[in-house]
Nanobody
Framework: VLVEESGGGLVQTGDSLRLTCAAS????????MGWFRQASGKEREFVAA????????YYSDSVKGRFTISREAARNTVSLQMNSLKPNDTGVYFC???????????????????WGQGTQVTVSS
């Protein structure tokens, strides 16, 4: 499975941005999908995830209520709608695909096997 992110850019505080992750390969619909981000000099952290069937979404506390993850099985894509962006949201955003064993694994990098190269999101104050 190959995943590729797009949609990053430079925005101002309070703006919105939509990231898209395109997946190729077989059995995309069988994979849970997640978004992680990494700010300069910091560790990669969980942002949001969605189950293989789209029934359940998970969010970090820092983005809950502002970000929405969704998936379109027909297009093999997963999107991350980001609203009310803050400077602390700045970082490289990575899309990942995997088969997490438990709900806890959706929050962890070990739950994912395939990663994209990342797309830069910069929020200016």
């Amino acid at each position: 499975v190959l995943v590729e992110e797009s949609g990053g850019g430079l925005v101002q505080t309070g703006d919105s941005l939509r990231l898209t992750c395109a997946a190729s390969g077989r059995s995309f619909s069988a994979y849970g999908m997640g978004w992680f981000r990494q700010a300069s000099g910091k560790e990669r952290e969980f942002v949001a995830a969605i189950t293989w069937n789209g029934d359940t979404a998970y969010y970090s506390d820092s983005v809950k209520g502002r970000f929405t993850i969704s998936r379109e099985a027909a297009r093999n894509t997963v999107s991350l709608q980001m609203n009310s962006l803050k400077p602390n949201d700045t970082g490289v955003y990575f899309c990942a695909a995997g088969r997490p064993w438990s709900s806890d694994d959706y929050y962890l990098q070990r739950g994912y096997d395939y990663w994209g190269q990342g797309t830069q999101v910069t929020v200016s104050s």
